[in-house]
């Protein structure tokens, strides 16, 4: 069993900053064989993309809502996955969760990712 663990969330004032962090584990789970994504659910809107990177860390993709902002980043030795987040802005806030998927493409699709964390909440301050 694929286990991921979010964690480094918090809250901030606008225009600061955050990093928070997903750690994966399992018995038989390989961390470089996955892409890592990053999702967001605000309250009472549904579970957005935020941020994806392949599985050598070499091709990122970020949704435009975040390009500029937020960084996507992993460290295959450490099997983490970070979301470095700059700007922060209040409509930033949201429960934000980390996902690995199987698949050689970088995927902006939930339906694409095999694993979930439990999320990490962001709440930005005005």
């Known amino acids: 069993q694929v286990q991921l663990v979010e964690s480094g969330g918090g809250l901030v004032q606008a225009g600061g900053s955050l990093r928070p962090s997903c750690a994966a584990s399992g018995r038989i789970f390989s961390f470089s064989s996955y892409a890592m994504g990053w999702f967001r659910q605000a309250p009472g809107k549904e579970r957005e993309f935020v941020a994806a990177i392949n599985r050598s860390g070499s091709s990122t993709y970020h949704a435009d809502s975040v390009k500029g902002r937020f960084t996507i980043s992993r460290d295959n030795a450490k099997n983490t996955v970070y979301l470095q987040m700059n700007s922060l802005k209040p409509e930033d806030t949201a429960v934000y969760y980390c996902?690995?998927?199987?698949?050689?493409?970088?995927?902006?699709?939930?339906?694409?990712?095999?694993?979930w964390g439990q999320g990490t909440q962001v709440t930005v301050s005005s």
């Open positions: 996902a690995a998927d199987r698949g050689l493409i970088i995927a902006t699709s939930q339906s694409s990712y095999d694993y």
